[in-house]
């Protein structure tokens, strides 16, 4: 399973973004090779439609869950449609890495 969360940076010491259409980089783990790749979003620069930009590249990278910080209404209905799981992370400040532990022990 591929696992995408919003980051701030391209690293695993970056903190979460609590943005989803807005997030700077999509930290995105695959389950099964436990290998995490950090790729930018392009949606985030977009003056309309961030959000559902940024689900339609996510989309295209086969990830079934979403962790983040909050998502917007638009992107909400468009998620579920396309079967993705989104979790909200009630803890703003924290790190790519701490969230990949915490996968790791589920």
């Not at 995408?4 to 995105?28: E, H, P, Y």
């Not at 949606?43 to 439609?49: A, H, L, Q, T, V």
């Not at 998502?71 to 989104?86: A, C, D, R």
């Amino acid at each position: 399973m591929k696992i995408a969360i919003t980051a701030l940076g391209d690293s695993v010491k970056s903190k979460m973004d609590n943005r989803f259409g807005r997030c700077s980089f999509f930290a995105i783990y695959d389950t099964d090779l436990q290998k995490t790749d950090f790729l930018s979003n392009p949606g985030k620069e977009n003056e309309e439609g961030a959000g559902p930009a940024s689900v339609q590249f996510i989309a295209s990278q086969g990830v079934e869950r979403i962790i983040s910080g909050e998502f917007g209404g638009k992107v909400k209905n468009i998620l579920n449609e396309l079967n993705i799981q989104m979790v909200i992370h009630g803890q703003s400040d924290i790190t790519i890495e701490a969230i990949l532990k915490q996968i790791s022990s589920n």
